[in-house]
């Protein structure tokens, strides 16, 4: 599968050119973030929350988190708890001459589908390490693996990627022409994650160097300390 | 009011010691956020979108974008659409020597609430600039303000603050003691935004200069260009 089906609801209204279905670069985008916002329905009334998570193939992996009575209920029922997993990634801050043309410049992906249990114990480790992995690629192979109780007292749910789409702007203002020679700065701030240098914890040994996967321009965001 | 009061959905099961109702602190978070993702119901599903937005006293206004359509049905009800809006700032990555310890620094605010219409004009007004100066302050009055037609064409519900609360981690990891000796490197990678030098449009004037709103250190971000 190359793109995922278009569906009801991942069918824009506006700003179609914006939205593709490319299984590639809905990846891409998933595999850049740090964090997901995930939604579901309690008692009728949405919730959101922040969470980690990992991709692994055609799955998305949800860690739980605080809320995490709300996503147990995913973890009780078979059937799975409706959600929608969002990842954003804010690239830039677009100026234009006219107050309604302002825009930011972004990469989403936007993914329905229903948060199932793990039940097996394996699926379930390589999820964990692909959600340390997520964060901090190269990680989860360098550090204490979880113990049994830690794995038992973990919820992590499983989405399916099967609705999925993926929004992306970039480049410039779209100024109307009769607006150009107004006389405001108009362009791009162009914005991104940032990576200060790592903090080793109180009482580190010295003995432990900082690993190359922690290393300037070894971490995710592309503009690690210099 | 100085504190939101706490309900059974503001009310965490896990890491209470991490979740405030403070306003002033929920105001901090608001303030100093680009992008938040907003969740409501579409035919008993949850549908998350990201959004811009700008808080301006008590209130929270949406601007609509993608999914107007769904968006819009709280501008057709009084009542207003149940909504749940989050905006998280991701502050850094915490290494603990086990896995299972592994989190990250964050701030995030999560207001439930319903996103009523704006049917005044001024309002209307006042909240689209505001929602440019949520992204750029200063800039809503260094642009061209909106036409009739541009603000006759633009989405903006407002949330009222009232079922708020804050959630913030900060500092290192909390490793088991008997974990501490182990040979992993462990700490926090500060994270937050970054933003690289502007980009002028083509064709922008030599008579325009880069507005003192975007010189280095006036932006949003801490890290601005230096």
Redo the contacts between chains.
């Keep these: 599968m190359s793109s995922y089906p278009v569906t009801g ?1 991942t069918t ?4 179609r050119e ?2 593709g279905y490319e299984v590639a670069k809905a990846y891409a985008v998933l595999d850049a973030g ?2 997901c ?6 008692d ?7 969470t ?1 998570y990992a991709r692994v193939g055609e799955r998305l992996y949800l860690h739980g ?5 709300w996503l147990l209920r995913g973890a009780e029922d078979p059937a799975g708890l ?5 990842v ?1 990634l ?1 690239d830039g ?1 677009v ?6 043309g ?1 825009s ?1 410049n ?1 990469r ?1 992906v ?1 993914v ?1 589908g229903a948060a199932r249990p793990i039940t097996d114990p394996a699926e379930q480790a390589a999820a ?2 692909a959600v ?1 992995d997520q ?2 690629p190269g ?2 192979t ?6 049994a109780k ?1 794995l038992s007292a ?1 919820a992590v749910l499983r989405v399916d990627l099967a609705e999925v789409s993926v ?1 992306i702007r970039t480049g ?2 779209l ?1 109307q022409p009769d ?27 010295p ?5 190359g996967y ?1 290393e300037p321009g070894a ?1 995710k ?1 592309a ?1 690690a300390a210099s």
């Design positions: 609801r824009p209204t506006r700003h914006r939205v740090y964090l916002h995930v939604g579901f329905v309690v009728g009334a949405p919730v959101v929350l922040p980690v988190s605080t809320g995490a009575r409706p959600v929608c997993v969002v954003t804010l801050l100026l234009s001459r006219s107050a309604f302002h930011v972004y989403s936007v329905h964990l390490a340390v964060v901090i990680r989860a360098d550090c204490r693996p979880p113990t830690e973990t929004k410039g203002p100024d607006d150009d020679g107004l006389p405001y700065w108009a362009g791009v701030i162009p914005l991104g994650m940032h990576a200060d240098a790592p903090i080793p914890v109180q009482g580190l040994s003995d432990v160097r900082l690993p922690l971490l965001p503009r």
